[in-house]
């Protein structure tokens, strides 16, 4: 029984992070908002729980459940329109396979009701065990699924891969319970699961990176297209064939005053090669090529004709941009930001684009502290808005004190923009001096790193998708998991949940900021947290306290220290007193919650219904985390505080007290 807890939590967590990620990759929405799925498996995993004792169970179906989610995604793709909206999308011009409003909710619904299932089958097998116990064994299944979804991903493994992952789990669980109709929908389900992610996975020219399914595509006049998640997003061509098409590339070089080519080129955002190319080719002496995603630069020294990966004048570095700034101490002629758009989130927990801490003033600081005495710092990309042009601009000219070159082409070319900053003026030839269109949005910061995003505040789109989920989620859980007052006697629990999701939220979102948006860092710190929370079911398992109230004092403490300490003070350590520093921060909070929760959680009546309400919980707490569109990542913790502090009113009476949650639910239930 131990062995099949940490089997079915394995496949409960390794799904939802497959979700995560292969939604995103057929429906383009999903690149940008994958926390709705995020959401939509926290309610699956709430009600799973929650019907750990209904009559009928659901988990053998959870295989049909995920065929016909997979069948869905699969059969309507989508793209999104990326223009004339308060936050800008770097998708395609066009729209593809059912509306938005028709996708994102049958997405929503089908992700929570597979879920459901899987979820339903841990928890008839977690109401086996003393709470803790049972809370043990998940942590470890879930780690499992972490570590093995992470392997895979750094592997470039297709989807079919994960798909075998699952259907072997599947049939291990699944095997010899099951007879006549049943068994036949299983068999059909696991097959067809099989069949269809086997059939994505052997499109030619297809690839799969540690973030994007790539797709590889020629063209007649011999240039080759890569799209990834569906979104045309670099080109290769020879030098002098993209010099004659798209001259902007080379307006860099051309904004530097003085007729000798820079010595030392830093490109970030290198991907294919092109930049990279076409520095070489401007005589640079020395480029250090910077690029977050290996298969990018992998199929650039495959198969760029200029052969740039290969020059001996360059180091290839596989790296987010503004960990590789804060971690070296090179200077250069000049800087090119070469169009890092990302096309995705740095996770589906919150709303951090990979390149996010690229475009804000602490970062343009960074890249101004590594220029030589004149040199240039330049950037491109197609900016789709004049706001966001003039707000660049406006950040540039904050960070460096000087006005900055902007050579912008306008809506017919995609809002297509070069900009040029030094901090000295004379180092600058301007081909037109920087007229803002109209008022400068405020300056993108580490703390509220939004730059896609005009104003501060939360669009409509998400508050009418936010409320819809909400009621959904309502009746859902009145639906399937029958009346909410069961959960009452786990108020706390429920705030525990939502709380300790802005904790973990503000851990992502700062290692990110700390030590790069990379895949890794992201999966280090996922494994790090349930790490945390085994060492801390550990100790409570080994320890009782006479008084657990005095943890509620401990934990807010230990939030306010992490709030205290700004961004900047960290950034300023050298590597591994900041990885230590960080992990004291981030982790204590974290550590503490979870002895709290461990205190609670150990004597509760119902352990499946306690833990439906904290998962819950977790749900409000990732539909919060959108405040900090508003109000920065800081402020979360300062949410989260108030959180534990409801928490701790509701449930208060539990605390101190053996058997105190049984006596309240017999009450409560009398």
């Not at 080379?250 to 991907?271: H, K, M, N, Q």
Request: aromatic share 12%; hydrophobic share 50%.
């Amino acid at each position: 029984m131990r062995l099949r807890l940490i089997v079915l939590s394995f496949l409960m967590l390794f799904v939802e992070l497959a979700l995560i990620r292969w939604t995103g990759s057929n429906i383009v929405f999903l690149s940008y908002f994958s926390n709705f799925v995020l959401l939509g498996s926290f309610l699956g995993i709430g009600i799973g729980f929650l019907r750990a004792d209904s009559k009928w169970n659901l988990f053998p179906f959870s295989p049909v459940a995920l065929a016909l989610l997979v069948a869905f995604v699969t059969t309507f793709p989508v793209t999104i329109d990326r223009s004339g909206s308060e936050l800008l999308f770097f998708g395609g011009f066009g729209r593809s396979g059912l509306p938005i409003w028709a996708t994102l909710p049958v997405v929503f619904l089908a992700v929570a009701l597979t879920m459901a299932m899987i979820a339903e089958g841990v928890a008839r097998t977690f109401k086996e065990f003393e709470p803790l116990e049972a809370y043990r064994l998940d942590i470890l299944g879930s780690l499992g699924g972490i570590v093995a979804f992470s392997i895979l991903s750094f592997a470039g493994a297709p989807p079919v891969a994960w798909g075998v992952v699952v259907v072997a789990v599947f049939i291990w669980l699944l095997l010899g319970e099951s007879k006549g109709l049943r068994a036949v929908l299983q068999i059909a389900a696991v097959v067809a699961i099989a069949a269809m992610l086997l059939t994505e996975s052997m499109e030619p020219g297809d690839a799969w990176s540690p973030y994007y399914k790539v797709q590889v595509r020629a063209v007649p006049d011999g240039a080759i297209w890569f799209f990834v998640n569906g979104i045309p997003h670099q080109l290769i061509q020879p030098i002098e064939a993209r010099r004659e098409r798209e001259p902007f590339y080379f307006l860099p070089y051309e904004r530097r005053s003085g007729a000798d080519p820079p010595e030392d080129v830093l490109i970030v955002g290198a991907g294919t090669g092109t930049d990279v190319a076409i520095a070489l080719s401007e005589g640079a002496g020395h480029v250090d090529a910077v690029e977050i995603d290996p298969k990018l630069q992998e199929f650039g020294e495959q198969l760029h004709p200029d052969r740039p990966y290969q020059d001996e004048r360059v180091r290839a570095v596989i790296d987010d941009g503004r960990a590789f700034l804060q971690r070296s101490d090179d200077r250069y002629d000049l800087i090119v930001f070469a169009l890092p758009d990302s096309l995705t989130l740095v996770s589906g927990q919150s709303s951090l684009r990979l390149e996010s801490y690229l475009f804000t003033l602490e970062a343009f600081r960074e890249a101004r502290d590594h220029l030589k005495p004149g040199g240039v710092f330049a950037m491109y990309n197609y900016y789709r808005e004049p706001w966001l042009v003039d707000r660049l601009a406006g950040t540039l000219q904050d960070a460096f004190g000087t006005t900055p070159c902007v050579d912008s082409y306008g809506r017919e070319a995609g809002g297509l923009a070069v900009l040029a900053a030094s901090e000295n003026e004379a180092a600058l030839s301007c081909g037109a001096e920087w007229q803002p269109v109209g008022p400068i949005a405020e300056p993108a910061t580490d703390d509220h790193p939004f730059v896609y995003l005009q104003n501060r505040g939360i669009p409509a789109f998400y508050l009418t998708t936010i409320g819809l989920i909400l009621l959904a989620s309502l009746a859902m859980v009145r639906v399937v998991a029958g009346p909410i007052r069961r959960m009452r006697t786990y108020a706390d629990l429920f705030f525990m949940g939502a709380a300790f999701l802005l904790l973990e939220t503000k851990n992502v979102v700062q290692f990110a900021l700390l030590f790069g948006t990379t895949w890794f860092v992201n999966a280090l710190v996922f494994a790090g947290i349930l790490l945390t929370v085994l060492a801390a079911v550990e100790v409570a398992r080994r320890v009782k306290l006479a008084r657990p109230a005095r943890l509620y004092p401990a934990l807010l403490a230990s939030i306010a220290i992490a709030w205290a300490i700004p961004n900047h003070l960290l950034l300023a350590l050298p590597g591994p007193f900041r990885f230590l520093a960080a992990t004291a921060v981030a982790f204590t909070p974290v550590f503490l919650a979870n002895l709290v929760f461990a205190e609670r959680f150990r004597a509760v009546s119902s352990s499946t219904v306690a833990f439906g309400a904290n998962l819950l919980g977790a749900m409000v707490g990732g539909v919060l985390e959108y405040s900090a569109l508003v109000v920065g990542y800081r402020a979360l913790l300062v949410l989260a505080a108030v959180l534990y502090g409801l928490a701790f009113v509701t449930g208060r009476r539990h605390l101190g007290t053996e058997g105190a949650a049984d006596l309240v639910k017999a009450s409560s239930e009398g």
